[in-house]
């Protein structure tokens, strides 16, 4: 089992920047791609930014340019540094990864953070 905890997150002027954290624990070993997912009020979630563990990364493409993550590999932290914040950033921000097995490939979520940007 993995799990993760986020950090981070908040209310934010348009044009502002926030930084998201999210640490893995317990069986990490094997973790591959980890990443990070919204929810916008009323949508569905969707890709933000994703990493794998050989340092693939791959962006929603409104946010880049903007957004970037960085993944510490040993430690299995993966964070989101997100500028020029818009108000339609807004959305609750869920950490994810994912852990292939020779049978099957799980996926685990943190609990989400909310993440508000004013106009």
């Known amino acids: 089992q993995v799990q993760l905890v986020e950090s981070g997150g908040g209310l934010v002027q348009a044009g502002g920047s926030l930084r998201l954290s999210c640490a893995a624990s317990g069986n990490i070993l094997s973790i591959n791609i980890m990443g990070w997912y919204r929810q916008g009020p009323g949508k569905q979630r969707e890709l933000v930014a994703l990493?794998?563990?050989?340092?693939?990364?791959n962006y929603k493409d409104s946010v880049k340019g903007r957004f970037t993550i960085s993944r510490d590999n040993a430690k299995k932290i993966v964070t989101l540094q997100m500028n020029s914040l818009k108000p339609e950033d807004t959305a609750v921000y869920y950490c994810y990864a994912n852990r292939p097995t020779s049978l099957t490939t799980f996926e685990y979520w943190g609990q989400g953070t909310q993440v508000t940007v004013s106009s």
């Open positions: 990493s794998t563990s050989t340092g693939t990364t």
